[in-house]
Structures are given as C-alpha cells and as structure tokens.
C-alpha cells in the first residue's frame, strides 16, 4: 500500500466513511428513490430529514431544502455516493430492484478489478454507485499505485450468476451495507491532491493524471475521489441542492484530535467541539469528521 506519509501526517488507517447528506427538492419522492429502488431502510424520519441505511447504519441523509434550486452544470459538489454490499447476491437484489422499478435511472457498470459495480442517477441527479469488492487479496498493487481498470460488466449476466430468488422477493435488503468511498467533482486535482492527501491526510492511491485523484486510508483501493471530468476550473459552490456534506468515521478521539491539529497547521478553518470536526473543501463540500 501508498506510504507516502510519516504517521504522524496520515489520517487514521481505521478511517471509514460516514453518510452522505443530500439536500433535497422532493423528500418525498427522493425517499422513496432510496428507500422502493435502492432498497434502503428508512432509520429515522424527523422534520424536514430522512435518514435510510442498513442494519440500523446510515448511508444517505435526505434534508428538505425546497428554496434551494439546482447548480449550475460544470460546478463542483457530488459526483456519487458508492454505496458497499457485503455478497454479490446482495448486490444483485438491490440492481434487480433498480431494474423492475427504475430502470431509466440506470446510467452504467463496470468491472474495476478491484470490485463490481453499477451505476445511476437518483431523480435529482445525483450519482450513485452500487458496489462489490473482492477480497483484498486479490488486488495488485505497483509502486503504491491499485490497479484498477474499468472493463466491460453485463448487467443481465451479473442477475443470471448471483440473483437468488429470496433476494428477488426482497430478503436481502436488511443485510449490512455502508458508504464504500464517495466521489467529487473538483475544479482541478493539484488543488485536490494539496487538500485531500497534504492536510486531510489520505493517502494517494491512483492518478489519472491531471483528471482523477484517487485517496484511502488503511490500504482501502479508494475512500474518496476527485474528478474534473465534467467541473474542470470549478470554484467554490455556491449553496444549490445535492451535496450537502460527507461524513469521515475515525476510530477514536485522539485520531479525531490529531486530524483537526493537522488541518490547523496547513491553514484550514475548523470547527471543533471535542466530538466533531468540521470544514470545508477549497469547493466549498462541507466535511464533518466524528470519532
């Protein structure tokens, strides 16, 4: 694995991520994208946010911001929230409940070496991936750098191999999943990589050069991901619907602690309350860090 960092540089290797906060136009509408098609559970639903997940886990929190209008197209802000399960079969019932009832939001898949995935766009137009990984063993590393490619996948030869008929009729969609990595559409990688690798202190996992930057902790092919592809010179957001914050898991209060000093020291403003620390990417994507 990447260890470009001393460790005192590096954030935790037993980060993981946390939920995705959408802000959202129809919550009634969304919630029912996340909940019928997506197959998540609705954990909590109070005022004017939903919080859905899995095995008592949340993985996307809805928030009614109805004066809120879409950004512009080439603005920065969600590219997708990948959303992890834990068996293929449990993969292959949430891309059949896709396929029965929304399958016009279905924009892709691939095979990335790494995982499996499959690709949508929820009715607002955020992204999401629905993903598998294989088993870490089987990954190749060169020089610090995963080997990750993006090969063809058949979507229908995915359902044949592992849709089991108790997935088909929906028992499955209490297994565990988790938010795998989450995606962002930046205005430049450089800035990106000064952020995310020098002062968050993820560690570089892959590079398409001056397009993609791909970032983990603890060896993880990519907790997060920054692209340009369709946001190149983007500046900071202004406040719109979708992306409303991410959310980073550490293990423990001092990891927590030594994250907010590290980001200090590079000059990042931070919000820090003892059991929370907030702040912002240079576009302006909201963070909040938990121990």
Do not use: C, K
């Not at 979507?155 to 969609?173: C, R």
């Amino acid at each position: 694995m990447n260890a470009q960092h001393p460790a005192a540089e590096r954030i935790d290797a037993a980060t993981a991520m946390g939920a995705v906060t959408l802000l959202v136009g129809d919550l009634d509408a969304m919630t029912r994208y996340y909940r019928d098609v997506v197959t998540l559970e609705v954990l909590d639903a109070a005022g004017d946010a939903v919080t859905l997940g899995r095995a008592g886990r949340p993985i996307v929190i809805l928030r009614h911001e109805p004066a809120l209008r879409h950004a512009a197209p080439g603005s920065a802000g969600l590219f997708h929230t990948a959303i992890l399960f834990e068996s293929q079969g449990a993969l292959a019932a949430a891309l059949y409940s896709v396929a029965r009832h929304a399958p016009g939001t279905f924009t892709g898949s691939a095979d990335h070496l790494v995982s499996q995935a499959f690709y949508f766009t929820d009715p607002e137009g955020n992204g999401i991936e629905l993903y598998w990984d294989r088993d870490r063993t089987s990954w190749s590393w060169t020089h610090g750098q995963i080997e990750m490619d993006t090969l063809y996948l058949d979507p229908n030869a995915f359902l044949d191999e592992h849709l089991t008929e108790e997935a088909a009729i929906g028992a499955t969609a209490h297994d565990a999943a988790t938010v795998g990595h989450v995606h962002l559409s930046v205005g430049d990688v450089a800035t990106a990589r000064a952020f995310y690798v020098d002062a968050l202190g993820f560690d570089t996992t892959a590079a398409l050069g001056n397009q993609a930057l791909f970032v983990s902790a603890g060896g993880y092919h990519h907790h997060m991901a920054m692209n340009v592809w369709n946001s190149r010179g983007a500046g900071p957001r202004m406040p719109a619907l979708g992306l409303g914050r991410v959310d980073l898991a550490l293990p423990s209060a001092d990891a927590l602690g030594a994250l907010g000093e590290r980001l200090r020291h590079h000059g990042v403003a931070v919000q820090d309350d003892g059991r929370t620390v907030a702040f912002a990417d240079p576009w302006n994507n909201a963070i909040l860090a938990t121990a």
